[in-house]
């Protein structure tokens, strides 16, 4: 069983919209949940990242956690062109290491 | 704001070579990681290092990976024989103290091509 899994996409949005990022992950006792957004041959960048359940958010852009369901999501309110990246979720283990999930490629169309 | 270096932007080598990746952590940071991220795929954890040991490594990295703390700034990876299946992009990472190993930062990556 995968740690953690993420839809592939590609997603494909006009500029305005509202995105959401999903995925899921195999083990309950996860307590941390981070996205990262990637652009093209470039390293991860830290978006937010998630204690336990809840939502967190930050200017357009908010993580959502729901631990019942061990499901997790990124919102992104009047996405921008700029927006277009491959988005990662990640979990810390425990282990000081992360999982990643595949990543999303997300498009924004002006 | 302080940032994750990594050098060489992009490294060629034939098979068997040996390769040495050089990455410069955030200067307070205490922890540090080696990621890869094969064409298309996930990103893979390969090893974690602090207070100048390894604290978990993945089952990517075998014999033929090291890290190293060699000075007070650089963190490095070596190969010692690279195969054609470890052409990749090699990530560092790090972050500030054990309890925030989810805030972890990453370099822009290496690029290694095994030829």
Redesign the interface.
């Known amino acids: 069983q995968k740690e953690v899994e993420q839809d592939p996409g590609p997603l494909s949005v006009p500029e305005g919209a509202i995105v959401s990022l999903n995925c899921t992950y195999s083990n309950s006792a996860f307590q941390y949940f981070m996205w990262y957004r990637q652009y093209s041959r470039k390293g991860p960048e830290l978006l937010m990242y998630t204690y336990s359940s809840g939502n967190k958010e930050d200017g357009r852009f908010t993580a959502q956690v729901d631990k019942s369901s061990k499901y997790i999501s990124l919102f992104i309110r009047d996405s921008q062109p700029s927006d277009s990246a491959t988005y990662l979720c990640a979990i810390e283990t425990g282990a000081n290491n992360l999982f990643f999930g595949t990543g999303t490629r997300l498009t924004v169309i002006p | 704001e302080p940032e994750?270096t990594q050098t060489p932007s992009h490294q060629v080598t034939q098979m068997g070579q040996e390769v040495i990746l050089r990455c410069v952590p955030i200067s307070n940071h205490l922890?540090f990681?080696w990621?890869r991220q094969i064409l298309g795929?996930?990103?893979?954890?390969l090893v974690?290092f602090?207070n100048n040991e390894i604290?978990?490594k993945?089952e990517i990295f075998d014999d033929q990976f090291s890290v190293e703390r060699p000075d007070g700034s650089n963190f490095t990876l070596k190969i010692r024989s690279t195969k054609l299946e470890d052409s990749a992009?090699y990530?560092c990472a790090s972050n500030r103290d054990?309890g925030s190993?989810?805030?972890?930062?990453?370099?822009?990556?290496t690029?290694l091509t095994v030829t």
């Open positions: 994750v922890y990681y990621y795929q996930k990103v893979e954890f974690s602090y604290s978990e993945s992009m990530f054990r190993s989810y805030e972890q930062y990453f370099g822009p990556g690029r």
